[in-house]
């Protein structure tokens, strides 16, 4: 190994996070460190072996949660019980954890010790029936979006006159996000040759969840994108390609790939200056916005599919059935009055 070559220990450091060495039978026998065999495994292993680097990181981050932890509760992580992986999720509820957080957890582990089962080093995995807790929160039955007046208010909530690159970004990642229906991890997987003009007008491509695909934006959305590209400095490519949106220190220099946990901090602080924020609103609310918004204006449910790329037509159609039943008041044919 080259002395500056990048291994997924340096990255979980550069990250910020303190990577754990545990010696363990089946672990040391590798002669190496567990999660620098979890990034080998999980390489081979998710997605059919074609998993993106985000995907490996999140994975990654995930797992040394748990190996600090059991190195704090002197557990082994080579050998953990199923109760101890039960404990870590009660840990985890109790601590207010979001339902979707818990369950990548879960799955982060669950995949750890099917790469150990699969190669022989352990008999069964200690994980593979602990699930998340089912989510009873009423708020899982709701679309959490924007109304289109509080769509106009987090448009609003940028300086319109303002050239400044990062209200350049803000407005162009706005667009796309709530106009154009793209997730959060779409957005920091954009790059910048990612934007082709073509005869029929501008196309994008989307680097999605489970496969890449093009939309389509409307002319002012492709505006924003242009507006916002030619006010940039020469981009720095990284191993991901060439960033399009980027993080900016306080003097506005450009700083690399805007990350994640970037995106959505940058999200509640919008969300707060245009005195909209609520529980449970996030970068997914913008995308959802998209979703009802272009419901109440189409009435077409094939239409929100294609726009967002559901796979399915009944992912799409939860729109409308939320559109319908808050305005169906069904209990009003019941002729008793209270």
């Not at 190996?67 to 002197?74: D, G, L, M, S, T």
């Not at 602990?130 to 924007?146: M, T, V, Y």
């Not at 959060?184 to 994008?204: H, Q």
Request: proline share 4%; aromatic share 6%; charged share 25%.
């Amino acid at each position: 190994m080259g002395h500056n070559e990048i291994t997924p220990q340096r990255e979980l450091m550069d990250a910020g996070f303190t990577p754990v060495v545990i010696e363990n039978q089946f672990l040391a026998s590798e002669g190496k460190n567990p999660l620098d065999l979890a990034a080998e495994w999980f390489a081979l292993d998710i997605a059919n072996g074609d998993a993106r680097p985000d995907t490996i990181a999140t994975y990654m981050s995930h797992l040394n949660h748990w190996i600090v932890w059991c190195r704090v509760n002197r557990i082994d992580p080579g050998q953990p019980t199923a109760e101890a992986i039960k404990f870590f999720r009660q840990e985890l509820v109790q601590s207010g954890a979001a339902h979707a957080t818990v369950a990548l957890k879960l799955t982060t582990i669950r995949r750890f010790y099917d790469g150990a089962v699969a190669r022989g080093f352990i008999q069964h995995n200690p994980a593979a029936k602990i699930k998340a807790p089912r989510n009873r929160s009423a708020d899982s039955e709701i679309i959490k979006c924007l109304s289109a007046g509080e769509a106009e208010l987090l448009f609003r909530s940028l300086p319109h006159s303002s050239m400044k690159l990062k209200t350049l970004r803000d407005r162009a990642m706005l667009a796309l996000m709530m106009l154009e229906g793209l997730r959060r991890v779409e957005i920091c997987r954009a790059n910048i040759s990612d934007l082709e003009d073509t005869a029929s007008g501008t196309r994008i491509l989307i680097h999605g969840k489970g496969k890449d695909g093009y939309i389509y934006p409307r002319e002012d959305t492709v505006d924003c994108v242009k507006e916002y590209l030619a006010a940039r400095a020469t981009p720095l490519p990284d191993r991901q390609g060439d960033p399009m949106f980027v993080s900016l220190s306080k003097s506005g220099k450009e700083m690399g790939r805007l990350s994640r946990i970037g995106l959505s901090k940058w999200m509640d602080k919008l969300m707060l200056t245009a005195e909209i924020a609520k529980a449970g609103r996030a970068c997914h609310a913008l995308r959802h916005t998209c979703g009802s918004l272009l419901y109440q204006a189409t009435r077409d449910v094939k239409v929100v599919q294609e726009t967002l790329r559901h796979s399915t037509l009944a992912m799409a159609a939860k729109y409308s059935h939320i559109e319908e039943r808050s305005k169906a008041r069904y209990t009003k044919a019941i002729p008793v009055k209270p």
